[in-house]
């Protein structure tokens, strides 16, 4: 039975670091170039080179780390993982070992505004990535393509904290927007610049002792990590409801059929015989480098969440989606300096703003479109110049040219009229040219009102202003 047993999970999270070399040469790292572009004989492993460490990968880790409320580690070291596989051409990895960068630290995880679980960190090691393998099953061949040999990566192992595949995806999701707010990373999972391993065991309910782990592998997406974790809780339901035992492996997510597959008995930590790089001298991390880390991070996204719920009323829902990504939180707050109102800029931003992000699929501040543009059309809105329906068509047009939406307003003539003496002298032509229906209105039926104010539109070609129109027109029939 699904329900008599607890899930507990624990992520290992990979994630490039987002410089512009190598962790230990000076090559490029870039995704998408032709393959075994950027490569040379260090990253190669070629007998004789020696690495030299990146600094900006130790600024970028120090800055993760940081924001993850880790212990940072003064001292700290590079170790070697040995294991042959074709992607690794030196057969040893250089990673962190029993010295990481970082220490303990947490990461909380909200759900509609309220706090699902503060998640511990357990360490935050650098490491370098191995290479990629492509199989051509058609020719029943593998190619190699060298060029991410090398690329710095942080590692981040939470401890088994987790109690459901939804905290999994909540957590990661969270890690993710904090990676992005601190620029560490550009977080594609599509493009592998981030990767997800999860642990997963299940126990019964109300029981301290961990069960049996297995490791799950090759999910791509949010979406993919939270389906393969649902698949695994089933598996291994069935298996211990049987009174089965679980066994140690690593299995595969295979995303078009939703099942996991064994792919190897799971290796232990002696299996790779770590020891120190002697290469490389130990990480030493002072305190005013660390001070000057700390002093250069931005606000963090859950601090920004909850301050955007506190500062300007927003609803859990709306104060997510606004701080899921920096530059639509940044939009939002700029807008504020010339329009007072948060709740009309958050209801513009969520609808009609995002709907044409998504079409252009951009980030709002590489649009045309700035926060000036969205005080400006509110004003217009509240001024009574435009109508609702006008206003998202200048959006859509400030989003194509540019131009301010008064201006825009002014070249198409799609400015609304509200001068009063004009809609009287509308509205009093109407009234002259359907006599029967001011009878009608005068007899009790209401509703052709409706019928004279479509008349008011036919005439000002759809431009009156609607609220104007309905006072008036109440004023001449009901004296
Ligand atoms: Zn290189």
């Known amino acids: 039975m699904p329900g008599a047993y607890e899930v507990v999970i624990g992520l290992e999270v990979h994630v490039e670091l987002h410089t512009a070399s190598k962790i230990f040469c000076s090559c490029p790292n870039r995704f998408g170039s032709v393959p075994n572009t950027n ?18 990968a130790l600024e970028l880790s120090l800055r993760a780390a940081l924001a993850l409320n880790c212990k940072v580690n003064s001292f700290s070291r590079f170790a070697r993982k040995n294991y042959f596989y074709p992607d690794l051409p030196k057969a040893y990895q250089i990673s962190q070992y029993e010295y990481p960068l970082g220490g ?62 939804e905290e999994a995806r909540l957590f990661l999701e969270t890690l ?25 065991s299940l126990r019964p309910k109300g029981s301290e002792v961990l069960g049996q782990k297995v490791e799950i592998k090759n999910m791509n997406s949010f979406k993919a990590v939270q389906r393969g974790l649902e698949h695994e809780v089933m598996r291994q339901t069935k298996i211990l409801d049987k009174g089965g035992r679980i066994s140690q492996e690593t299995r595969r997510w295979h995303e078009d059929k939703g099942v996991t597959s064994e792919m190897r008995s799971k290796e232990k930590e002696q299996d790779y015989r770590y020891f120190p790089e002697p290469d490389l001298p130990p990480i030493v991390v002072d305190d005013t480098m660390l001070k000057k880390i700390r002093a250069a991070l931005p606000e963090l996204p859950v601090t920004r969440y909850r301050r955007l719920m506190n500062n300007y009323g927003l609803s859990a829902y709306q104060a997510e989606i606004i701080t899921s990504e920096q530059s639509l939180a940044d939009f939002f707050e700029e807008t504020l300096q010339n329009y007072t109102q948060p709740q009309k800029v958050a209801n513009w931003l969520l609808g009609d703003v995002l709907k044409i992000i998504n079409v252009v699929a951009k980030e709002i501040n590489k649009t045309l479109f700035t926060p000036a543009h969205l005080a400006e059309l509110l004003d217009l809105v509240d001024e009574g110049q435009i109508s609702g329906p006008t206003a998202k068509e200048i959006l859509e047009d400030c989003f194509k040219n540019g131009k301010m939406p008064a201006v825009i307003m ?21 009234l002259e040219e359907n006599k029967a229906a001011v009878q009608d209105y005068e007899g009790g039926n209401k509703k052709v009102i409706a019928f004279l104010m479509g008349n008011v539109m036919k005439i000002t070609g759809g431009k009156a202003n609607p609220q104007m129109v309905t006072a008036l027109l109440k004023k001449k029939l009901d004296k």
């Open 104 to 165: 303990i630290g947490s990461l909380d995880i909200f759900k509609d505004g309220e706090l699902v679980r503060t998640v511990t960190i357990e360490r935050l090691h650098l490491e370098e990535d191995a290479g990629k393998l492509l199989h051509d099953e058609e020719h029943a061949s593998s190619y190699v393509d060298y060029n991410r040999c090398g690329v710095p990566l942080i590692e981040i192992v939470t401890a088994p904290d987790l109690r459901s595949s």
């Open 410 to 430: 002014v070249e198409k003539g799609l400015g609304q009229i509200s001068d009063t003496e004009e809609l009287e002298r509308v509205v009093a032509k109407v």
């Open 39 to 56: 490569i040379c004989p260090v990253c190669l492993g070629l007998p004789g080179t020696l690495p030299v460490f990146n600094k900006k």
């Open 176 to 200: 993710r927007r904090t990676l992005l707010y601190t620029e560490i990373s550009d977080c594609k999972m599509e493009e592998g610049s981030m990767r997800c391993d999860a642990n997963i």
